[in-house]
Structures are given as structure tokens and as C-alpha cells.
């Protein structure tokens, strides 16, 4: 059989091959040995089962066919990458792939040397270590991080994309298992003082970005995070520290943390008034819109995604809500004529991302499928109309209403929101 | 620590704003239903409340005198607060403008290729660009920002009598201060901006209500 006559071959290989570097002394242990038979081998339309396979390593890699990359907004200082939704199964991002939004780079910060500067309306002003930080009872929790201009391209009526990729459009959104000490610890430990009802947190980049938190906020659910995914938060998500805010806009969650004032007002920064403020479209303007409303996104089937065939095809896709749990995501076939509850993956946790699946059977004619996910509120989706009468035709940030994707008879899928305005 | 004393605790420092189910759980239930209660206000019952031998404080950290904080309290709030010594004019902070803004914000401070900072156009619906003239609703984030993040190269580089020049010449630029202008402490804040009013609290509550 070929097996037999391919292993054959392959001894006689190896031996005329490595006889003269074993000869010269060079082949000293049997991975040496195993090495010298991977560089021979014909890989690439070898069998895998015939030639031994790489040896153990100090860090694993991706399979060289599979290279899933953040898309960049620009290369500048303060800009921004986008998470490859399609690319990505589940719930969790890998940390490497964790989508990006600084404003002066990213700081070269050495752990051992980083300091957490607490003080304001505080019984004892406090400088916290990383040795420090990392010393209180910790918490671990996975939840999304999703950038309030996240979807921002998808809201201009006269400028509505058909050939865009999910990442393109709501990449702006990630999920970890996050790490840290809940702030409420790190408060109680400085005693706050009456009267207080606001923290300005401080990074250390070179944009000191700042931003301004309600106290309630960051004693409820808030987190000084310092590890993500099981591992040590990467640099582009603030190592070695970063607030966490989880359900709120991700500018708050401010990363490289190096201050915390806890204050009786907002400070006003430049990213609550200028930049993460929504003008309403009758001369006002809302602040501190720092809520994540319920949104829902289908990654699979996407843009430039072709269809092959007709037949069974399994829609899927990501939901979530900073106000807690998903309880709920309905899907339709036919742009919003009907719609069914999608299948949602267990466990859903609350301000983390659900997964949803909805099978479907795909008959080869134009279809436009759309989602709309329910919080445990009883919040719903919005439609990108309704959106338009609550804000007007222009507002900028949180713009989460129902996505659309269309499918063309030629199984060519495009976003498809453009066929319902 | 116990959470009941936790609770007390939190009371003494003025933290029991907005934790209702938390401070709802010092109302006298059971020691152990206050833990409960704690679990599913800190985070959705995931077992993350302090465990209840925890002590009233763990000692970590080391005490920041005035100095310490002083080094890195650089932010300045609408009503002045944070705001140092000095002052500078629109004649001093055309130089200042000259020298380390206009490459990236134009020479009139419309031309980019960074953020438009002038313009003097007001609006109904929508702005024209988020400039200083038209949308910015305090001076004192200028400040505040352009202390901590400018020039972009060379963040924090400029004094304080160059961050308070630049101001008052970008105030100028925009029309909201007249040429003879110098901005210190005392008159930044007392700068009433075009925009200031048109700012609006958040008005999302979730829930099945109509969508704001």
C-alpha cells in the first residue's frame, strides 16, 4: 500500500539527508533529528501523517492560513482598529485582536514602576503599585467594550454603504474576560467623603485623556482592570491598568490609568463635551450619554460573503446591552415583515455579548435579513427610523439600530439597510 | 469586614448614592441576606462581594502628601478650580500659535489637517464642525486639554502664561473675547461660551418606553 511504500521512502530519505550531519556530529538529540526531518520534508503537499510534525513551543502561533487583522482607521496618533467580527466565533476576542481607539498612541509603561494616584474627596490620598493593586481580592468578569462611535457609517441616509464589511462598520466592539479589583474596594480603602458623586479617572498616555465617571456608576460594577483573557492587559488596553466601566461607552473605560480624583462634579474634559457628546437635531446636545443601549449585529453571512448554493444556512451573530442582560433576538428573512427568536448561546451574561444562531433555508431569490435584540429591560433594538425621529437625521455616537444584509440572487451579500430608507 | 458594616462604612463616606440595592440591604435584613443582596448589586450575583472576614482596611498603598498629588492634579474644572498662576494675551498666544499650532490646525484655525478650532458660525439643527466657537460650552477645557495633550508631539511642553496666550488667542479667533484679552486664572472661567446652554443631560432610561 502506499503508506508502506511512502514510509519506505521516507526513511531512506531521511537517512540519506542527515547521514552526513550526524556523521559531522551535528544531530546530538532526537529533536535535533526531528527538526532536520521537518526542514526535508516536502511540507506543503506532504502527508501529514508520514513526517513528524513541529515540536513543542514556548508560545503558540496561528495556523499560517488563518492571519485574522484589526482594520485601521489611519496611521496617526489618535486613531483607531476595528475588531474582525467575521473572523471570530463565540463570544470572546482575542486579545490581540481587541479593537483599538487611542488619542496620543500607545505609552511604553513599565509594570513595576506604574502608579494609581487616588485622592480628591477621600479620607487618605493614596498611591497604589501595581503590587499593591494587584494584592486586593480580585474579580473576573466577561464583558463587551464597545466604542460609542461604533456603527456611526451606517446612519446617514444619503450615505448609505452596501459594499462594507461587518468589521468596517461595528468592529468597535470587543469581549474579554477582564481581571482587576473592583473600584468599590479601591474607594473603600480611601474612605470618600460625603458630598461626592463624581470621579474624573486620568490616563497616562500623552493625551492624559480624562474622563469624568458618575460615583454611582464606578461603585456598582466598575473594575481597575489589569488582565484580560487570562493573561496581562495588552498595551493597546492600557496595560498594565485600565478603569473598566462595563455597559458604558468605552472612552470612559480610560486606559493606562494613573489618576482617579474623586470630585462632587464632572470635570468637563475635552471627551464630554467636544468629542462623546450627541447633538439631537433641535439645537440641544446630549452629555454623558454613557449608556451602551441594546444592539445586535449578524457577522455571518456578511459582505464580501458569496453564497455558493441554495439550501440550509446558519445565520449568526453577536447582541448585547450595557444595561444588562439580552433576553431576546429576532431575526427576519424578509427585511422586518416577520420575524422569529434567533437561538441564543447560553451561558448570557450580563453586559457581555450573547451569541446568536438562526438556521435558515436559503431559496436563491432576494432575501434581507436583519436582527433585533431585546434587553431585560424591555428595551428593543430600534429601527434606524425610529432613531431618526427620537435625534434627527444627523446625531453623532450610539447608533444602534437594526442592521440589514442582502442577499442577490447571484448569493453576493451586501449591507442591505440601504433597501429600507 | 462585615457587609453590614460595609455598609456603615459606605454610609460614613457618602457613597450610598445610586447604590440602592446595596444600601437597600442595609436596611436591617439578616447578615446573610445582606451578602446576598451585595453579590447581586456588585455584580449580578457572581460571588465578587468582599468576603465578609475582609478587614476595614488592607493597608496597601502609600499615603500621597499635598506634594505627591499636587505633581499630577492637573485637571481644571468649569467654575476655575485647578487652574495655576499666570496669565497671557492674544498677542502673546499668536506667537504661541504660530510656533507650535499652526501646522496641524491651520493659520486660522480652520485649515486643519487636524480639528477645526475656529468657528464663529452659530446653528439650530446640527454644527458645522465641533469648533471652539460653536460647540465648545467651557473655556476652561481648553485648559485643560491643551495642558494635557498639546502640542501633540510635545504634550505638555508649553507654561502656563503660553497655555493661557494660546487660549486667549483661540478665544479671539473664534470672536468671543475682544483683542485686548488676557486670560488668567480669574477670566478664563468667567468666559461665558456661545454653546454653553445647548448642552442636555441624558435622557435614556432602557425599558419598553419611546426611544429617545
Known amino acids: 500500500m502506499p503508506r508502506e511504500e511512502g514510509s519506505k521512502l521516507s526513511r531512506r530519505a531521511w537517512i540519506t539527508t542527515t547521514s552526513g550531519v550526524i556523521a559531522a556530529g551535528l544531530v546530538k538529540t532526537q529533536s535535533d533529528a526531528i527538526r532536520l526531518v521537518a526542514q526535508e520534508a516536502p511540507s506543503a503537499s506532504s502527508d501529514p501523517t508520514r513526517v513528524p510534525g513541529r515540536l513543542v513551543s514556548g508560545i503558540g502561533s496561528r495556523a499560517p492560513a488563518e492571519q485574522p487583522r484589526r482594520l485601521l482607521r489611519a496611521e496617526a496618533l489618535s486613531s483607531s482598529s476595528r475588531t474582525p467580527l467575521a473572523d471570530l466565533m463565540g463570544t470572546i476576542t482575542p486579545a490581540d485582536l481587541h479593537f483599538e481607539r487611542h488619542h496620543g498612541g500607545v505609552p511604553d509603561i513599565t509594570y513595576g514602576e506604574h502608579e494609581l494616584l487616588v485622592h480628591g474627596m477621600v479620607d487618605r490620598p493614596t498611591v497604589f503599585r501595581m503590587s499593591d493593586l494587584t494584592r486586593f481580592p480580585q474579580v473576573s468578569r466577561i464583558q463587551f467594550l464597545e466604542c460609542s462611535g461604533n456603527g456611526g457609517g451606517v446612519y446617514n441616509q444619503d450615505r448609505m454603504p452596501t459594499e462594507v464589511t461587518v468589521q468596517a462598520l461595528d468592529g468597535l466592539l470587543s469581549t474579554s474576560e477582564w481581571t482587576g479589583v473592583p473600584v468599590s474596594t479601591i474607594l473603600r480603602e480611601v474612605g470618600v467623603r460625603p458630598g461626592a458623586s463624581w470621579i474624573l479617572a486620568e490616563g497616562g498616555d500623552a493625551a492624559v485623556m480624562s474622563r469624568s465617571v458618575p460615583l454611582d456608576k464606578v461603585m456598582e460594577d466598575s473594575l481597575l482592570a489589569y488582565g484580560q483573557n487570562g493573561e496581562r492587559l495588552r498595551p493597546e488596553q492600557g496595560y498594565p491598568l485600565r478603569l473598566f466601566n462595563p455597559g458604558y461607552e468605552g472612552n470612559t473605560s480610560v486606559k493606562w490609568l494613573r489618576r482617579i480624583e474623586v470630585t462632587d462634579q464632572p470635570t468637563h474634559t475635552r471627551d464630554e463635551t467636544s468629542k462623546y457628546t450627541d447633538p439631537l437635531g433641535d439645537g440641544t446636545v446630549r452629555q454623558f450619554s454613557l449608556m451602551m443601549d441594546a444592539k445586535s449585529v449578524i457577522t455571518f453571512p456578511s459582505y464580501p460573503y458569496v453564497l455558493p448554493e441554495q439550501g440550509w444556512w446558519e445565520m449568526r451573530g453577536l447582541a448585547w446591552t450595557g444595561r444588562g442582560r439580552i433576553v431576546r433576538v429576532e431575526v427576519s428573512t424578509n427585511g422586518g415583515r416577520s420575524w422569529v427568536d434567533a437561538q441564543l448561546q447560553g451561558p448570557i451574561l450580563p453586559k457581555s455579548t450573547v451569541r446568536f444562531r438562526h438556521l435558515f433555508e436559503w431559496n436563491g431569490s432576494d432575501t434581507l435579513l436583519m436582527s433585533r435584540a431585546t434587553d431585560e429591560t424591555g428595551y428593543v433594538q430600534p429601527t434606524v427610523q425610529q432613531l431618526w425621529e427620537a435625534r434627527g437625521p444627523r446625531t453623532s455616537y450610539h447608533q444602534n439600530h437594526q442592521r440589514a444584509w442582502k442577499i442577490a440572487r447571484t448569493g453576493e451579500v451586501t449591507f442591505g439597510l440601504g433597501e429600507l430608507v | ?212
Open chain 2, 1 to 212: 469586614m462585615s457587609p453590614r458594616r460595609w455598609c456603615r462604612s459606605a454610609r460614613r463616606g457618602g457613597v450610598t448614592l445610586g447604590l440602592a440595592i446595596v444600601v437597600g440591604g442595609c436596611g436591617g435584613a439578616s447578615e446573610g441576606g445582606d451578602v446576598a443582596i451585595m453579590a447581586e448589586g456588585a455584580a449580578a450575583g457572581s460571588g465578587e462581594a468582599l468576603a465578609s472576614h475582609a478587614p476595614a482596611r488592607f493597608g496597601f498603598g502609600a499615603s500621597a502628601d499635598e506634594a505627591r498629588v499636587a505633581l499630577w492634579d492637573i485637571d481644571v474644572r468649569p467654575d476655575g478650580a485647578g487652574l495655576p498662576a499666570g496669565s497671557g494675551s492674544v498677542a502673546q498666544g499668536r506667537q504661541v500659535y504660530t510656533l507650535y499650532c499652526v501646522s496641524c490646525h491651520g493659520a486660522t484655525g480652520t485649515e486643519g489637517p487636524n480639528d477645526q478650532l475656529v468657528n464663529t458660525e452659530q446653528w439650530d439643527a446640527y454644527p458645522a464642525g465641533r469648533a471652539v466657537g460653536n460647540y465648545w460650552p467651557y473655556a476652561t477645557t481648553l485648559y485643560d486639554y491643551i495642558r494635557k495633550a498639546m502640542p501633540q508631539l510635545t504634550p505638555g511642553i508649553l507654561t502656563p502664561d503660553q497655555v493661557y496666550g494660546v487660549i486667549a488667542y483661540i478665544l479671539w479667533m473664534n470672536e468671543i473675547v475682544p483683542e485686548d484679552a488676557v486670560m488668567d486664572a480669574q477670566s478664563l472661567p468667567a468666559v461665558v461660551m456661545p454653546a454653553r446652554d445647548k448642552f442636555v443631560v441624558d435622557d435614556r432610561v432602557g425599558g419598553s418606553g419611546p426611544i429617545r
